[in-house]
């Protein structure tokens, strides 16, 4: 069965700084892949996903992801980090095992520190 | 707005009660799930419904009864909850059932439940 990995539960950066949230995966085929964001009193928004197309993914808000298969791994990276996107991130894969449902990591809190 | 949306928003609940949550879609999917979130645990995928039909049910307990009368509309109806069901319950929709591989899933905003 597919999984996801997310090391840290939560993480602090400061306003301008890079913002890394790290997920590792775990699949016996070739993973689809998504960083889902949820705001506070929100309900989850798909930030970015990969589905082969290119190993760089960007996404709304200024994310990006970059899917390297050597290391099994699909962080996370915004440049300069926003007040704006402190929130929960959650990485997940997709399980061809399971009709493709999309398995969901135990989430990252980023907080922003002014 | 995602195009699903769930009412109520908040739902206080007495371990008594009956009470419905209620999940709309307007984007044309034909598969609807519901979700538990609770604090410290990851997402829990309780039941799956694609084109009306529940084709799973992740050993959810009895007092919990989905219900999808139609393609555009899922319930989850409460019944004797415990405290510890309390939990944001969070709808989702995809374009089709198996959808990781190109779609995703789009979320509504969740239910805020406690039970007392």
């Known amino acids: 069965a597919q999984s996801v990995t997310q090391l840290g539960s939560h993480v602090s950066v400061s306003e301008g700084a890079l913002v890394l949230l790290r997920c590792n995966y775990s699949s016996s085929v070739p993973p689809y892949l998504f960083w889902y964001v949820q705001y506070p009193n929100q309900g989850l928004q798909l930030l970015l996903k990969?589905?082969?197309?290119?190993?760089l993914v960007k996404g709304i808000n200024g994310f990006e992801a970059e899917f390297k298969k050597s290391e099994t791994s699909f962080h996370l990276t915004k440049p300069s980090a926003h007040m704006s996107d402190a929130a929960e991130y959650f990485c997940a894969v997709s399980d061809p095992d399971r009709d493709d449902k999309i398995i969901f990591g135990k989430g990252t809190r980023l907080h922003i520190l002014p | 707005e995602t195009g699903v949306t769930q009412t109520p928003r908040h739902l206080v609940m007495g371990m008594t009660n009956k009470k419905s949550l209620k999940c709309e879609q307007h984007l044309g999917h034909n598969a609807m799930y519901w979700y538990k979130q609770s604090a410290k645990k990851p997402l829990e995928l309780m039941f799956v419904?694609?084109?009306?039909?529940?084709?799973e049910n992740n050993s959810v307990p009895s007092r919990f009864s989905p219900e999808c009368p139609n393609s555009s509309h899922l319930f989850l109806h409460l019944h004797t909850l415990q405290p510890e069901d309390s939990a944001l319950y969070l709808c989702?929709?995809?374009?089709?059932?198996?959808?990781?591989?190109?779609?995703?899933?789009?979320f509504g905003s969740g239910t805020r439940l406690t039970v007392v």
């Open positions: 989702a929709s995809s374009q089709q059932r198996g959808p990781g591989r190109d779609y995703g899933y789009t």
């Open positions: 990969y589905t082969s197309a290119a190993t």
């Open positions: 419904y694609s084109l009306e039909e529940r084709v």
